[in-house]
């Protein structure tokens, strides 16, 4: 069963520190996996996308990683700022020709002063 | 431009109600998408239009019309709801419908049927 998992489901953290959020996949066949950051009330934005070949990508303090063996990825974020604060979704997208996605359930990060 | 509007931003409509959706994009994009969320849940895929023409219909019930009027256009005609179709439909577009294509998400509107 295709499937994407998040974790954890909630994450409160202070600012300026740093925070891993995971994402596990038992996707098949695997195309490309994306962390989207959505705003509370708004659409999603998508923060960073991976292929099967790619390890590691970033986008300022953002930065994922992807081990398609284990299928894997991860979102590090760096010395976190209030404005971070936001439910960061992993989407990962089958290689059917399609537009079939996988959605997982999201973390919910909360920054604190 | 690289946003994707939406409006309205909020909607409450009674279940004998006729409303609709719409959402609009000037990028040259060629696929749109209509999703629903619930609170604390991801967007689940409703429809997506492709070149204009429906190409995914994931089983939404008829209560939900889809129209793609032009390839910036998309609405979404409503009819008959129920409470538990209360959430936030997002709106997406992608340049083609290829699979490395980013899609870009509306802001959403908030509905909420009573």
């Known amino acids: 069963k295709n499937q994407v998992e998040q974790s954890p489901q909630s994450l409160i953290i202070l600012e300026g520190k740093n925070c891993t959020l995971q994402?596990?996949?038992?996707?098949?066949?695997?195309?490309?996996l994306r962390w989207y950051k959505q705003d509370t009330g708004r659409g999603p934005v998508s923060l960073t996308i991976m292929t099967f070949s790619e390890n590691t990508k970033s986008n300022g303090r953002y930065t994922a990683t992807l081990d398609a063996d284990t299928k894997q990825s991860s979102l590090h974020i760096t010395a976190s700022q209030l404005s971070d604060s936001a439910s960061y979704i992993c989407v990962v997208r089958l290689n059917t020709g399609g537009f079939k996605t996988i959605f997982g359930a999201g973390t919910r990060l909360f920054v604190k002063a | 431009d690289t946003e994707v509007t939406q409006t309205p931003k909020h909607l409450v409509m009674g279940m004998t109600n006729k409303k609709s959706l719409k959402c609009e994009q000037h990028?040259?994009?060629?696929?749109m998408y209509w999703y629903k969320q619930k609170a604390k849940k991801p967007p689940e895929l409703m429809f997506v239009?492709?070149?204009?023409?429906?190409?995914i219909n994931e089983s939404v019930p008829s209560r939900f019309s889809p129209e793609c009027p032009n390839s910036s256009l998309l609405n979404l005609h409503l009819h008959a709801l129920q409470p538990e179709d209360s959430a936030l439909y997002l709106c997406?577009?992608?340049?083609?419908?290829?699979?490395?294509?980013?899609?870009?998400f509306g802001p959403g509107t908030r509905l909420t049927v009573t």
């Open positions: 997406a577009s992608s340049q083609y419908s290829g699979q490395g294509d980013e899609q870009y």
């Open positions: 239009y492709s070149y204009e023409k429906l190409s």
């Open positions: 990028m040259g994009h060629r696929a």
């Open positions: 994402c596990n996949y038992t996707v098949s066949p695997f195309s490309n």
